[in-house]
């Protein structure tokens, strides 16, 4: 199963609101997480099973979607949100998106 | 906390094996399942299998004749081991937590950079 994400990169501030998209090439019904990854760290799961937030992820981050096209929400970005966003399945074993950067 | 750290070599030569292991800290090894991922530089994450508490594993049909994964319960520990390396396996390689096998990662590794040259 191929996921796409859209766009590559998103250039916004603080304070905007980022909308990041993830389209599976099959549905996957709900089986898809969201991983955060800033460079030099491990990456952090984020959302898993579409729309449940993981342990600790912050409220301001939420998902959607089921079937085919999935989306990433962070209302408010704060300066420690700048970073790269894979999506994931688990609905086929396991495939990645090609990350979308979230930059300043 | 669990915690995950890669370690191994940082150069490999060509049609060497590569040989990796994962150390977990704040869990035992024995009652999850655990998974390898990569990223070639500039490309995306490409998950190469999963081991089970039993040993049993799992690996991507793509990789699936070159990979072995394994465990050592006394030291907390899994590994492994790509064979017959080629420039195209040149990657960061991450170890990850996976929930009951179900593919969810939950916990990653920070990376370790294996670049293949001779």
């Known amino acids: 199963i191929v996921l796409t994400q859209s766009p590559a990169t998103l250039s916004l501030s603080p304070g905007e609101r980022a909308t990041l998209s993830c389209r599976a090439s099959?549905?996957?019904?709900?089986?898809l997480a969201w991983h955060q990854h800033k460079p030099g760290q491990a990456p952090r799961l984020l959302i898993f099973?579409?729309?449940n937030r993981a342990t600790g992820t912050p409220a301001r981050f939420s998902g959607s979607g089921s079937g085919t096209d999935f989306t990433l929400t962070i209302s408010s970005l704060e300066p420690e949100d700048f970073a790269v966003y894979y999506c994931q399945q688990r609905s086929n074993w396991l495939t990645f998106g090609g990350g979308t950067k979230v930059e300043i | 906390q669990v915690q995950l750290q890669e370690s191994g070599p940082g150069l490999v030569k060509p049609s060497e094996t590569l040989s990796l292991t994962c150390s977990v800290s704040?869990?035992?090894?024995?009652?999850?399942?655990w998974s390898w991922i990569r990223q070639p530089a500039g490309k995306g994450l490409e998950w190469i299998g999963r081991l089970y508490p039993n040993g049993s594993t799992n690996y991507n049909p793509s990789l699936k004749t070159r990979v072995t994964l394994s465990v050592d319960t006394s030291k907390n520990q899994f590994s492994l081991k790509l064979n017959s390396v080629t420039a195209a396996d040149t990657a960061v390689y991450y170890c990850?937590?996976?929930?009951?096998?179900?593919?969810?990662?939950?916990?990653w590794g920070q990376g370790t950079l294996v670049t293949v040259s001779s």
């Open positions: 099973d579409a729309s």
């Open positions: 704040g869990g035992s090894i024995s009652r999850y399942f």
């Open positions: 990850g937590r996976d929930v009951g096998g179900s593919g969810l990662i939950d916990y």
């Open positions: 099959q549905s996957i019904a709900n089986y």
